[in-house]
Nanobody, 126 residues
Framework: QVRLVESGGGSVQAGGSLRLSCAASGRTFSTYVMAWFRQAPGKEREFVAVIKWSGDITNYADSVKGRFTISRDNNKNTVYLQMNSLKPEDTAVYYC???????????????????WGQGTQVTVSS
């Protein structure tokens, strides 16, 4: 069992930055693939970014590529999402997720992840 707790959300103007953190506890953090998803009101939960166990491989949704950076510190059991050049369309609840396997073709699918945090709200105003 893994417990995930997100933090760092808030309100920011367009063009601003935020850094989200997700602290994990309960199992060996380095054995989990970690990802960020987001869900805007009335929309489905969508993939944002993923990072493999050692942090050497990352992937991003096209909508955030070049603006967001996912990273992890296995010594601190924490994964981060640095969000720059934020846009109003980035407004959503952001969720941290974990799975032990990396699904090469379906890592963008929320159902592939076994553990989820409670989410943190990010609001970007124009």
């Amino acid at each position: 069992q893994v417990r995930l707790v997100e933090s760092g959300g808030g309100s920011v103007q367009a063009g601003g930055s935020l850094r989200l953190s997700c602290a994990a506890s309960g199992r060996t953090f380095s054995t989990y693939v970690m990802a960020w998803f987001r869900q805007a009101p009335g929309k489905e939960r969508e993939f944002v970014a993923v990072i493999k166990w050692s942090g050497d491989i990352t992937n991003y949704a096209d909508s955030v590529k070049g603006r967001f950076t996912i990273s992890r510190d296995n010594n601190k059991n924490t994964v981060y999402l640095q969000m720059n050049s934020l846009k109003p369309e980035d407004t959503a609840v952001y969720y941290c997720a974990a799975t032990e396997r990396f699904y090469t073709s379906t890592y963008r699918v929320a159902a592939r992840y076994d553990y989820w945090g409670q989410g943190t709200q990010v609001t970007v105003s124009s």
